[in-house]
């Protein structure tokens, strides 16, 4: 699969690793695994294939922190 989240981008500090579908009571979602290339920490992202209602994303930062209005 080659996209916009999986291609990658010229001097990115993130590399794209691995992604799978996972199905849930809660619809399907894709989990897409990516690599920091400055700490090696790892990111996974969540994304809704199938979502069950309307509305805006929610976003969740690894720092605990509270994103800003």
Same mark, same amino acid.
């Given at each position: 699969?080659?996209?916009?989240? +999986?291609?990658a981008t010229p001097g990115s500090p *993130?590399?794209?690793?691995v992604s799978t579908n996972v199905p +849930?009571?809660?619809g399907l979602f894709e989990m897409r =695994?990516?690599?920091?290339? *400055?700490?090696?920490?790892?990111? *996974?992202? *969540?994304?809704?294939? +199938?979502?069950?209602?309307?509305?805006?994303?929610?976003?969740?930062?690894?720092?605990?922190?509270?994103?800003? =209005?």
């Amino acid at each position: 699969m080659t996209d916009a989240l +999986t291609s990658a981008t010229p001097g990115s500090p *993130v590399s794209f690793e691995v992604s799978t579908n996972v199905p +849930t009571t809660h619809g399907l979602f894709e989990m897409r =695994a990516y690599r920091d290339l *400055v700490t090696s920490a790892e990111h *996974v992202a *969540v994304i809704a294939k +199938t979502p069950r209602r309307p509305g805006p994303p929610r976003t969740a930062h690894s720092c605990g922190c509270t994103p800003s =209005a």
